[in-house]
């Protein structure tokens, strides 16, 4: 930062605790009033007007105009513990989501009480003053109070890229706009929906955000499956009228046979396995910016990665120190710091109140040796931003005495393109930064501008600079860091190293951690100058980019993805932004992160620590094949539903009816909890993070995924028909048939849910996974069972007959043989790829 901006700040009072008040009550907060105010209400009307809901609700009528009131009443209980467990279930979700926004809040630096604090930005009110510097998002509409070399990028608002001037004749600043350089304080003058952003965003409030595939294919196949039930609906209710001349009696038959068909259950699965799976990150140190991230977690193929702070632990250490004059190099991991003009010259180009390691390392060693430390004689009069490809920066300071010192520091290229060296020298200096870059240095020229002049350009490119010398920092790997990479490769992962450092360099830290490199180191500059087609090819086959730039990481993220690559890609600087926002998952860090980077990211990573992103994409691969596990377990006790309330319409008796909605409503309400409650809660398969990521593009309502389904759901259904013919065959009472179909349907659903626990392991070997929620479940279906069968008034709602203990255990066989027939499947399938 600047220490003309904080010498103005510094002497900024800022609101007291009052003012605040005040002004938060006259123009009220920096925050939107949208739909969330009244999202109780929302999921409310959502609920209404669910099919489910609509049916129950026509039921319930009917059963009243019948004179059945015990039915009526109990389907009207039925619909408030439906209505409780989907409001719980949602609350929960958008609980979980709201916690996350909360996370993900920006933060202000503003003077309060003539304190510089931070705040939440929705805290900000008008009148504060707030203090901004290049990387930070403004936080609401603002006029400059004083500034140095402050410019903005307006896009968000104007559209266009090229970074406006700003300061006192040009003081106005607004909501969402970048800080490209420079720093300022400013005086809040608009806040929320009053600031130009806001006004614009309340235009768009009730625009829906795009959906993600997978709540794509979730969304047409339950819309598939309303048209069905809607047309077995009309099919049963007009045949069976056509039959029986009773309009109540058909439309009964048909509502039953419509609630059999509706998988209501899978969307709500979706919403809350993904929230709580968001949720779930965010205790593993990985914040979530939207749950539908989680989706494609599970599915990254690649990963890009940073090296300064991802790969290494972004604690620079002033290594080396080569004196171009001298033509010395002073190696420091050998001997004590020396004091040089090198490094001299390194703190002048360097920011007055460092927050880049390699600059906190300069002003740390140049304090410790320095004899003569001018610093304090000078303040800064003119600052060059970090600009250029490759980049430079360049400092201007003045003392009282209207003395100059100018420095610049930045890429060897840059500093050198604009030195008049011979090229016999510049092929030296390059030379010895290769040397000292093939040790995994990161180096950086230095210099001073060749004549001070009293009007400085406008530009920093003008400049004609003497090159001093070059400074080398160290930055150690992480220590878990080749450990990370081998889980990355074991999941099937590919990693690249994408760093603006010499390519010497990234190869030395390459191989320090383990990086897998590839056939060749492609640069920022080769990377720009292939097409498309070209690139495509390369980027397979490289994982080291070196010299890079923001546009060719963006060409290169774009290359991958046309490769039908998952991209994730992490970055921490302001330039990172369009890359974090091309790959599918942006991942930001949280620690040293710029404040654009995070708003650009899908995700953060609280403490920088790339472990966690193994955990992200665990849990991501977890809650994928979790749902998967819900939605086959939907289907499979579906079928033998619709088919135990179908088959006897269309081959036997129109007007026998083997369930009634008040069965069908009694096994919604075991279902949902089972698949949205204990499915979600199963740990990831023991194998999951061996495996190659899953294909994006297949369908969970494939013939390929479902086929499975329908298998279990034909067998189910066997089963529970092959209990009712036997029972029907002792010449036994509807109600005892009725009653065996039931508890065998039960049966099966308990089994069910234990065997689909796992794709790959035994019942028995699953349960070393503990899932601590599955015993409460079962034992609340097997209780509500023996209630509907054994106590007289709800046996009577349920048109039951007692089963005596050996029917009971007959039944419990006929469902064990129907569903623990996948154990032996699945025996045989690991059997045949153990032996692949």
């Known amino acids: ?298 599915a990254a193929t690649v990963i890009c990665v940073d090296k300064t702070g991802t790969l290494t632990e972004n604690r620079m250490e002033l290594s080396a120190i080569y004196d171009f004059e001298s033509k010395k190099v002073f190696d420091f991991t050998k001997s004590e710091i020396i004091e040089s003009p090198v490094l001299e010259y390194a703190v002048w180009s360097s920011e007055v109140e460092p927050f880049d390691a390699m600059e906190i390392a300069i002003h740390t060693a140049y304090t410790k040796v320095a004899k003569d430390d001018k610093r304090k004689q000078f303040v800064m009069f003119k600052e060059y931003p970090l600009g250029g490809t490759p980049p430079i920066m360049t400092h201007v300071f003045e003392n009282e005495k209207k003395e100059r010192i100018s420095a610049v520091k930045g890429s060897v290229e840059g500093v050198l393109h604009q030195t008049k060296l011979s090229d016999t020298d510049k092929e030296l200096v390059q030379a010895k930064a290769k040397e000292l870059s093939s040790k995994g240095y990161r180096i950086l020229a230095v210099g001073r501008v060749e004549t001070e002049t009293a009007n400085l350009p406008e530009t920093q490119f003008e400049f004609t600079f003497i090159l001093i010398g070059l400074i080398a920092f160290y930055d150690p790997p992480r220590k878990n860091i080749s450990s990370v990479l081998k889980q990355f490769y074991e999941a099937g992962i590919k990693v690249k190293m994408i760093t603006g450092d010499h390519a010497e360099t990234a190869l030395a830290i390459a191989n320090q951690v383990e990086l897998q490199i590839g056939q060749k180191v492609l640069t920022g500059p080769e990377v720009m100058d292939m097409e498309m087609p070209q690139l495509e090819k390369q980027v397979e086959h490289s994982n080291v980019f070196a010299r890079m730039f923001p546009e060719a990481k963006l060409k290169v993220i774009e290359a991958l993805k046309h490769k039908g690559e998952i991209v994730a890609m992490t970055g921490d600087g302001v330039n990172d932004g369009p890359a974090l926002k091309a790959a599918h998952i942006g991942i930001a860090m949280g620690l040293r992160g710029s404040e654009v980077a995070r708003n650009t990211a899908s995700l953060v990573i609280v403490d920088d620590d790339l472990e966690h992103m193994v955990e992200a994409v665990a849990l991501g691969r977890r809650i994928y094949e979790n749902l998967k596990k819900a939605i086959r377990y939907i289907l499979s006790i579906h079928i033998p539903i619709i088919l135990i309330v179908s088959i006897p319409f269309l081959f036997f008796d129109p007007n026998l009816e083997l369930f009634t909605p008040v069965h069908v409503i009694f096994l919604e309400l075991i279902m949902g909890p089972t698949c949205s409650i204990i499915f979600e809660n199963e740990p990831i398969e023991a194998n999951s993070m061996k495996q190659k990521p899953r294909n994006n593009t297949r369908s969970f309502f494939s013939f390929h995924e479902l086929r499975m389904s329908i298998i279990q759901g034909l067998f189910i259904t066997v089963s529970c028909f092959g209990m009712g013919i036997y029972f029907n065959s002792l010449n036994a009472s509807d109600e005892l048939v009725r009653t065996s179909i039931f508890a065998t349907l039960i049966f099966s659903n308990l089994f069910l849910t234990l065997v689909n626990r796992s794709f790959e392991l035994s019942v028995i070997k699953s349960f070393a996974n503990k899932n601590r929620l599955i015993p409460f479940i079962l034992s609340v279906s097997l209780l509500l069972l023996l209630v509907s069968i054994y106590v007289a008034p709800v046996q009577s709602i349920f048109e039951f007959e007692a089963l005596s203990w050996q029917q009971f255990l007959l039944c419990l066989v006929a469902a064990f043989v129907g569903v623990f027939w996948i154990e032996g499947y699945k025996f045989f399938s690991r059997k045949a790829n153990s032996n692949v």
């Open 1 to 298: 930062m600047e220490a003309h901006t904080m010498e103005v700040a510094q002497n900024t009072v800022g609101l007291t605790d009052a003012e605040v008040l005040t002004s938060r009550s006259k123009y009220g907060s920096n925050s939107l009033a949208n739909k969330s105010e009244y999202r109780f209400f929302n999921m409310l009307l959502e609920l209404v007007l669910e099919p489910l809901f609509l049916i129950l609700i026509g039921v319930c009528v009917i059963y009243f105009i019948m004179g059945q009131t015990q039915e009526a009443f109990l389907m009207l209980g039925a619909l408030g513990i439906v209505t409780s467990i989907s409001i719980f279930q949602e609350h929960k979700s958008r609980n979980a989501v709201d916690a996350l926004k909360k996370l993900n809040s920006p933060k202000a630096k503003v003077f309060r009480n003539a304190k510089l604090i931070e705040i939440l930005t929705e805290d900000l009110v008008v009148g504060d003053v707030i203090q901004l510097v290049d990387g930070a998002i403004v936080p609401a509409d603002a006029s400059i109070v004083n500034a140095n070399d402050f410019s903005a990028n307006e896009s968000i608002l104007t559209g266009e890229s090229i970074p406006l001037i700003k300061g006192t004749d040009e003081p106005l600043i607004f909501q969402g706009t970048m800080v490209v350089s420079g720093a300022c304080t400013a005086s809040v003058i608009a806040v929320g929906a009053a600031t130009q952003l806001g006004k614009i965003q309340q235009s768009l409030q009730e625009i829906e955000p795009e959906k993600t595939p997978l709540q794509i294919q979730v969304h047409n196949f339950v819309k598939y499956m309303l048209y069905a039930g809607l047309v077995a609906f009309v099919l049963v209710f007009g045949v069976n009228y056509y039959l029986s001349g009773k309009v109540l009696h058909a439309l009964m038959h048909g509502l039953t046979l419509a609630m059999s068909i509706i998988p209501e259950e899978i969307p709500v699965a979706l919403s809350t396995f993904m929230a709580l799976g968001a949720y779930r990150m965010y205790k593993n140190k990985v914040i979530v910016r939207t749950p539908s991230t989680v989706e494609t977690l599970g």
